[in-house]
């Protein structure tokens, strides 16, 4: 559904994008991850025909960002960080001009506008001027536009910005609800929580280059190393002894606790639970230790060897 091959932009003597390439299939989520200046929204304009690139190229639903610009802009759903809503106008007359743009018929644009206002909570608001809707309540409008023609790509950027807890709830059911075999999303964000909640695959983009891609799961092996596991007991563990002829590394211990790291969990817990159990300890929990998205983006971030890792 989107496809890029050294996607590149410069801007004078700035390359502020250098040589992207994604691959990402119909019905997958993708959470491009950066910091300020990075070159995410530089490479969402792209996708959506607004820049041109400097070099490479890239299809979007299978159209080409130059040649066929007009299509593309018609098969994207795009939400910016900066909304270009109008102030003067209300919810209804707003999206029904945009339904007009998209060529919409009216029975069906008044269908979908009533159906995303009530989705959205912003039924009973809809006769009000934009230019009063708090910054939560603009965003879930600027989310409907650009769901209002159904498309079958969405490039979201910072799509719970500004949003109290339960509307920013609200909109990832909402993104959750939306990814069908059918459609693709990208989400740009700062929020590593809803990032690695939302998304199939993470693509981390640093100075203009992505240098790190892949499921959540395999970033996570590929630049934090194996898992660790706790173990708790309910007796002390101070005669528990264990020699394991496989990948097992202790890597801390207290009275009732260990944790150790192994790279093949499903052949090393099971012998630990064992051994365990064999020498009288009581075990009362056996876990991973959790690991976040943000301990893998920093470290990659942070990375000064050159990072690039990629495990599509």
């Known amino acids: 559904m989107i496809e890029t091959q050294d ?12 040589g992207v390439g994604l691959k990402i299939g119909a019905g997958e989520v993708l959470a491009l991850l950066g910091p300020n200046g990075a070159g995410k929204t530089t490479t969402v304009r792209m996708l959506t025909s607004v820049l041109l690139p400097s070099r490479g190229w890239a299809r979007v ?4 960002t130059v040649s066929q610009a007009p299509q593309v802009r018609a098969s994207v759903g795009v939400l910016t960080e900066q909304h270009g ?16 743009l998209y060529n ?18 912003l039924a009973e608001a809809r006769k009000r001027r934009i230019g009063e809707y708090s910054k939560g309540m603009r965003q879930k409008l600027a989310l409907a536009r650009a769901l209002l023609h159904n498309p079958p790509v969405l490039l979201l950027d910072e799509p719970t910005s500004a949003m109290d807890p339960e509307s920013a709830r609200l909109v990832r059911d909402s993104i959750r609800s939306l990814r069908t075999a059918s459609r693709t999303i990208i989400i740009c964000t700062h929020n590593l929580a809803e990032a ?25 092996l590929a630049l934090l190393g194996p898992a660790e596991y706790e173990m708790r007991s309910a007796a002390h563990l101070d005669g528990w002894k264990l020699d394991l002829p496989v990948d097992f590394t202790l890597t801390g211990q207290g009275l009732d ?15 630990v639970l064992k051994v365990s159990l064999d020498q009288g300890i009581p075990i009362t929990s056996l876990q991973e230790v959790p690991r976040s998205l943000e301990d893998v983006y920093l470290r990659a971030i942070n990375s000064t060897d050159g990072l690039e890792v990629s495990h599509v």
């Not at 919409?104 to 909570?121: P, T």
């Open 61 to 64: 639903a299978g159209y080409d």
């Open 85 to 100: 809503l109008y102030g003067r106008m209300n919810a209804d007359d707003y999206l029904a001009f945009f339904g007009r």
């Open 196 to 220: 690695e909640e939302l998304a199939d695959q993470i693509a981390i983009i640093r100075r203009g280059k992505i240098i790190a891609r892949g499921t959540p799961t395999d970033l996570k």
């Open 104 to 121: 919409m018929d009216k029975a069906s644009c008044r269908q979908q506008v009533n159906r995303l206002l009530e989705d959205f909570g």
């Open 257 to 271: 606790w260990l944790r150790y790291r192994t790279g093949q969990p499903g052949k090393v817990n099971p012998l």
């Open 7 to 18: 996607l590149s932009k410069k801007f004078e003597d700035f390359l502020a994008v250098d």
